[in-house]
T-cell receptor, first 116, second 113 residues
């Protein structure tokens, strides 16, 4: 069975600090997809990134970067020079190719608070 | 495009009442799903559909029914509401299978008294 663990329940940083959100996953599939979503205080879910299991290249998008390591089953998310607007709940999610049903297993989320 | 829409935004029910949460998408996506989000937890899958006329159970299906008569609509029915069903419900759609990004609706906040 697939499982996603986000061990950090809450993180609090001061603006301009860097912060890394951890995500560890379990799956028996060799082909799978990993996602990060942001849920700001307004409640909607905002897609941030999708990676497949065959692409371990790290990715950078502005202040956001993602480190995918199959050897440790981790897909960590780093925000550089955090801002107050980054305050949100961040979810990591896993989708197995075998299921092929457009559905995902989510972690419990990490609440990030960025203080001015 | 409106994307994924959900109605109502907020609903209060009494224990034992039934209701239907509406979900519609205008992106012609084949795949649709219903999730619930409880405080401090991630989203848990209730039911999903891979196309019109095809539905299946997710992780927490008890107390809920779904049907998919059209590509656009995927309503979620609560048969007899219980306080344990107090939650925020999200509907999502995607154009394909597991590798595709899911597009989420704004959510329905349900309170069962």
């Amino acid at each position: 069975a697939q499982k996603v663990t986000q061990a950090q329940t809450e993180i609090s940083v001061v603006e301009k600090e860097d912060v890394t959100l951890d995500c560890v996953y379990e799956t028996r599939d060799t082909t799978y997809y990993l996602f990060w979503y942001k849920q700001p205080p307004s409640g909607e879910l905002v897609f941030l990134i999708r990676r497949n299991s065959f692409d371990e290249q790290n990715e950078i998008s502005g202040r956001y970067s993602w480190n995918f390591q199959k050897s440790t089953s981790s897909f960590n998310f780093t925000i550089t020079a955090s801002q107050v607007v980054d305050s949100a709940v961040y979810f990591c999610a896993l989708s197995e190719a075998e299921a092929n049903a457009g559905k995902s297993t989510f972690g419990d989320g990490t609440t990030l608070t960025v203080k001015p | 495009n409106a994307g994924v829409t959900q109605t109502p935004k907020f609903q209060v029910l009494k224990t034992g009442q039934s209701m239907t949460l509406q979900c519609a998408q205008d992106m012609n996506h084949e795949y649709m799903s219903w999730y619930r989000q409880d405080p401090g937890m991630g989203l848990r899958l209730i039911h999903y559909s891979v196309g019109a006329g095809i539905t299946d159970q997710g992780e927490v299906p008890n107390g809920y029914n779904v049907s998919r008569s059209t590509t656009e609509d995927f309503p979620l029915r609560l048969l007899s509401a219980a306080p344990s069903q107090t939650s925020v419900y999200f509907c999502a759609s995607s154009p394909g299978g597991s590798g595709e990004t899911q597009y989420f609706g704004p959510g329905t906040r349900l309170l069962v008294l």
